[in-house]
């Protein structure tokens, strides 16, 4: 016996990841309780980013602006280019600050069961970004998985006749992790590429 | 370097519980990639409830009628009215589909800490409701906490004088519930109301 507008709510908000029918209901009496604290605001905001959202041409960002924000700040290093996965792994790197180079979002890994080739992913378009700008270091920003890693592989493969450094992020202990809780993987990859004392900071 | 309308997005959705920062990108992100499946609908449901939804002045419920389609019902038993904290208690009554009656929400419990009295609770309704329509049973659903108890015995009081039955849920071990597990106030209760073997079901 909840009406019908309700319930649609409901259904729409519970397919929200992290939400489900139980926190959908939850959170569709918290939006009813602050209708004009949030649900009115948040409708908007959704419409807002529903009419001027839009993936940069270049980078594959999402901004409302095309070239993106980031492709757009002249103040960026032309010469970087930061391959990764997905936009949340872009933002997740900007979060940290310490990268000042342009991204290239690739929108997914090769992966072999999932039916996803190199043409799937934006993998043409970065070999011609690395020809026509002069790129002197691609940093490979891809998950530690086998997907991510075939990928990487792949594109370092097809990236063999240009000139340009390639790298990938380093693997090993995550900071403030204890030995003892992690997975035998990472342990033994640490432990093989450990590092001069002197060079840690 | 995430725009401002993504930005806007997510720290609206951030405010929905169940949901904090992380899960906040990770929802705008996947709202985003399915914009006309679920991004527009989403909002067009938000605003249509935000433009129709309205307090039933009998019950409390939450509808886009009033009043709301529980008080509307005409097979509903009008002489049994259950009493709850709050819609999502009505809400999950009504999911049992055992109850038949009409009900009342106070919109909370008395609480001395938080400064909430009986006349910031629907009770003067809730008797004024008994004595203008044939109640012959009042149900107080309340929760199980000092909160709802003490509700529900100020609520007791109050009644005294009217000639309605009063009763409320039983309180025991919850089905499928492993008594290792239980609180032992829990298993104190069951074990006070424990019933003769042929009354179970």
């Known amino acids: 016996m909840i009406g019908s507008e309700i319930n649609e709510l409901i259904q729409y908000l519970a397919k929200i990841p992290g939400l489900g029918p139980r926190s959908g209901r939850r959170a569709a009496l918290h939006l009813i309780k602050h209708k004009d604290r949030l649900l009115k605001p948040l409708a908007d905001a959704m419409l807002k980013v529903d009419e001027s959202i839009r993936s940069c ?5 999402l901004d409302t602006q095309d070239p993106c924000l980031v492709c757009q700040d002249p103040r960026r290093d032309n ?18 600050g310490c990268f000042h180079g342009r991204y290239h979002i ?11 080739g190199p043409e799937d992913l934006k993998i043409q378009g970065l070999i011609e970004r690395v020809h026509r700008i002069q790129v002197q270091e691609i940093i490979l920003a891809l998950n530690a998985t086998v997907e991510g890693q075939t990928t990487a592989h792949y ?4 990236l063999k006749l240009a000139e340009v450094k390639i790298t990938a992020l380093a693997h090993g202990v995550p900071v403030g992790g204890e030995l003892d809780y992690l997975d035998d993987g990472t342990l033994s990859t640490a432990l093989a590429s450990r590092r001069s004392f002197s060079e840690t900071s």
């Open 57 to 61: 041409v270049q980078c594959g960002n």
């Open 79 to 96: 010469t970087i280019i930061c391959v990764v996965e997905q936009v949340a792994d872009l933002w997740a790197l900007e979060r940290t």
């Open 106 to 116: 690739l929108g997914g890994t090769l992966s072999a069961i999932d039916g996803i």
């Open 155 to 158: 594109i370092m493969e097809r």
